[in-house]
C-alpha cells in the first residue's frame, strides 16, 4: 500500500484548505484502519495532528483543535483534512498514514504553504 495525497497549495493566512488521500493500488478500506494526519515542517519531526479510529472518533492536537476536520469518505475510500483558520505555523508537507505509521506506506505529501 502507498498512499496518495493531493489538494495542497499556497495560500493565504485565515484562508481554508482541504486535502486528501487515497490509498493506492490495493483492496486496502480506510474505514476498517486507525487513520491519521501527518504533517513535517522545515527543520521539524513529522507530527500527527490528526486522528479518525475505524468508529469514526476523531482526536487533534491542541494547536489545529477547532480549525481542522479529519473525516473519511467510505464509498470513495478517501481520507480528508479541511484546514480552516490557517496559520503561517501550519505551513508543512502533510501525509496520511495509519496510527501507529506503518513505514512502507508514507506518500509523497502534499505541501501546504501559508502566506502572512
Known amino acids: 500500500v502507498r498512499m496518495v495525497e493531493s489538494g495542497g497549495g499556497l495560500v493565504q493566512s485565515g484562508d481554508p484548505l482541504t486535502v486528501s488521500c487515497v490509498p493506492a493500488g490495493t483492496n486496502f478500506r480506510l474505514k476498517m484502519n486507525s487513520m491519521g494526519w501527518y504533517r513535517q515542517a522545515p527543520g521539524k519531526q513529522r507530527e500527527l495532528v490528526a486522528h479518525?479510529?475505524?468508529?469514526?472518533?476523531?482526536n487533534y492536537i491542541d494547536f489545529v483543535k477547532g480549525r481542522f476536520v479529519i473525516y473519511r469518505d467510505d464509498a470513495e475510500n478517501r481520507l480528508y483534512l479541511q484546514m480552516n483558520s490557517l496559520k503561517p505555523e501550519d505551513t508543512a508537507v502533510y501525509y496520511c498514514?495509519?496510527?501507529?505509521?506503518?513505514?512502507?506506506?508514507w506518500g509523497q505529501g502534499t505541501q501546504v504553504t501559508v502566506s502572512s
Open positions: 498514514n495509519q496510527v501507529p505509521p506503518a513505514d512502507s506506506y
Open positions: 479518525i479510529t475505524r468508529g469514526g472518533g476523531t
